[in-house]
């Protein structure tokens, strides 16, 4: 049944199957296998009327998860992708693998246009860098997997809920470059030292001038209340 909470008995053999079969094979492989699925599904859902909706900007994003929650058939053991940020992750044991499985990981992961609903996604390997936890927050992640069924299970409130579930090779992360700054902070203390001395040498020179010497004063002092009229320019 595409539809179930936990993994039955009956299910264990081929979840395991799944798993190390999708280990197996180049990501590159699976991600264009994936991308052929999508292409597939796209021919057929711009011709459904219920998803008129999610095509109304000419470049929109197909909408994966809205396609899957309503016609997980259509996806049963096909390759999909799931971009989005990463809310859980927790590892365990495989338990009973066949295949020699020794670590699992399961992690929930929340794409848009999902209404808060997470994608369940089980795989072999996580990236470094990512501290697991069952309350994190974790953007740009993705997963590419088998879609194996509509998991169950229980929100904070008790109420029953399902989530697409798909057994993956890995959990990828793809955060954005870090900005270097315009100063390094070597750069930074040279600077900050070069600037009060220079300070200190101005200070010394203009207290060696002969009083009198130098712009006047102005009679009052400035007004900063408003900003000055400069003619209107904005």
């Not at 180049?26 to 999610?54: C, G, H, I, W």
């Not at 994190?136 to 169950?152: E, Q």
């Not at 902070?185 to 203009?206: A, D, E, K, P, S």
Request: charged share 20%.
């Amino acid at each position: 049944a595409l539809l179930s909470r936990n993994i039955r008995p009956e299910e264990a053999a081929g979840y395991f199957a799944i798993l190390n079969h999708a280990r197996q094979l180049p990501l590159t492989q699976l991600k264009a296998a994936a991308k052929t699925m999508q292409q597939e599904r796209l021919s057929v859902v711009k011709r459904d009327p219920n998803f008129r909706y999610y095509f109304r900007e000419p470049n929109a994003e197909f909408p994966t998860f809205v396609d899957v929650h309503r016609n997980p058939e259509a996806y049963h053991g096909r390759l999909v992708t799931f971009r989005g940020h990463l809310r859980r992750l927790v590892s365990d044991p495989a338990g009973a693998s066949p295949d020699g499985l020794q670590q699992l990981h399961e992690a929930w992961v929340y794409v848009d246009g999902a209404q808060q609903n997470p994608v369940g996604v089980v795989c072999s390997e996580v990236p470094q860098g990512i501290t697991a936890g069952s309350d994190i927050l974790v953007d740009f992640v993705s997963a590419t997997g088998y879609f194996f069924k509509r998991y169950g299970y229980e929100d904070r409130t008790g109420e029953l809920r399902f989530a697409p579930l798909i057994l993956a090779q890995r959990l990828e992360w793809s955060p954005p470059p870090k900005r270097s700054g315009v100063f390094s902070n070597g750069m930074l203390f040279g600077v900050t030292i070069g600037g009060g001395l220079l300070m200190v040498v101005m200070f010394w020179r203009l207290s060696r001038r002969p009083r009198g010497v130098g712009r006047a004063l102005p009679e009052e002092s400035p007004n900063f209340a408003e900003p000055p009229d400069n003619g209107g320019a904005s």
